[in-house]
T-cell receptor
C-alpha cells in the first residue's frame, strides 16, 4: 500500500463547479499535511497547509480527519486557471521529509 | 528574491555515463532536499541535508546515486553509470529550517533523459 494515496483523475469539471479531492495516508504518526499544486511541466508549489480544525483560503477549503487518516481539498467556483495536478503531501517525522501522493489531475473546462 | 535554481534544465546522456545535477537553494535556507519525478508519477524522496548534520540518504535508490552539499549551500546530485530507468525530472527543494510545517520551495527541475 502506498503511504499517500490519491485518485489520479482526471476530474473534468465546468467553470464554476465545486470539486473535491480526497487523499488517504497510511502512517498514523504523520504530523503535518499539505496540498501542493503542480502545473504541467512545472515544479510543485505549496497551495495550503491542512490543519486539524480545517482551514479555508478563498475558494479553497482543506480538512483533515485524523481518525480516518484522510485529507480533503474542496475547490469552489472553479476557474480555468485551477487546472493543474493537486498533490497531497504528508510529513511523517520531525525531519521535514515529505511524502507525496501521486496527484489528482483537475481540468476545468469553459 | 531569487528562488531555487537548478542546472542544467535538460540533460540527455547515454546509458553508462555519469551525470551531475546542480541545485542552488534560496539564500539562508538550511535544509535542502532532492526528489525525482518519473513521467506521470508522484515525487520520490531521494536525500535530505540539514545544516552540518549527516545527510539522510534513505531515499537513494542505489549506490550509483550520491549527493553532496558544499559550504551549506549548493548541492550536487551525481548519478554514476546511468541507466534508462534513471530518466526522470530531478527536483531540488529548500526550506528555511527543518521542521514539520516549514514550506519547501522547489526549483524548476532538471529533466534527465538516458538513451
Amino acid at each position: 500500500r502506498k503511504e499517500v494515496e490519491q485518485d489520479p483523475g482526471p476530474f473534468n469539471v465546468p467553470e464554476g463547479a465545486t470539486v473535491a479531492f480526497n487523499c488517504t495516508y497510511s502512517n498514523s504518526a504523520s504530523q503535518s499535511f499539505f496540498w501542493y499544486r503542480q502545473d504541467c511541466r512545472k515544479e510543485p508549489k505549496l497551495l495550503m497547509s491542512v490543519y486539524s480544525s480545517g482551514n479555508e483560503d478563498g475558494r479553497f477549503t482543506a480538512q483533515l480527519n485524523r481518525a480516518s487518516q484522510y485529507i480533503s481539498l474542496l475547490i469552489r467556483d472553479s476557474k480555468l486557471s485551477d487546472s493543474a495536478t493537486y498533490l497531497c503531501v504528508v510529513n511523517k517525522d520531525a525531519g521535514n521529509m515529505l511524502t507525496f501522493g501521486g496527484g489528482t489531475r483537475l481540468m476545468v473546462k469553459p | 528574491g531569487a528562488g531555487v535554481s537548478q542546472s542544467p534544465s535538460n540533460k540527455v546522456t547515454e546509458k553508462g555515463k555519469d551525470v551531475e545535477l546542480r541545485c542552488d537553494p534560496i539564500s539562508g535556507h538550511t535544509a535542502l532536499y532532492w526528489y525525482r519525478q518519473s513521467l506521470g508519477q508522484g515525487l520520490e524522496f531521494l536525500i535530505y541535508f540539514q545544516g552540518n548534520s549527516a545527510p539522510d540518504k534513505s531515499g537513494l535508490p542505489s549506490d550509483r546515486f550520491s549527493a553532496e552539499r558544499t559550504g551549506g549551500s549548493v548541492s550536487t546530485l551525481t548519478i554514476q553509470r546511468t541507466q534508462q530507468e534513471d530518466s526522470a525530472v530531478y527536483l531540488c527543494a529548500s526550506s528555511l529550517v527543518s521542521g514539520g510545517t516549514d514550506t519547501q520551495y522547489f526549483g524548476p527541475g532538471t529533466r534527465l533523459t538516458v538513451l
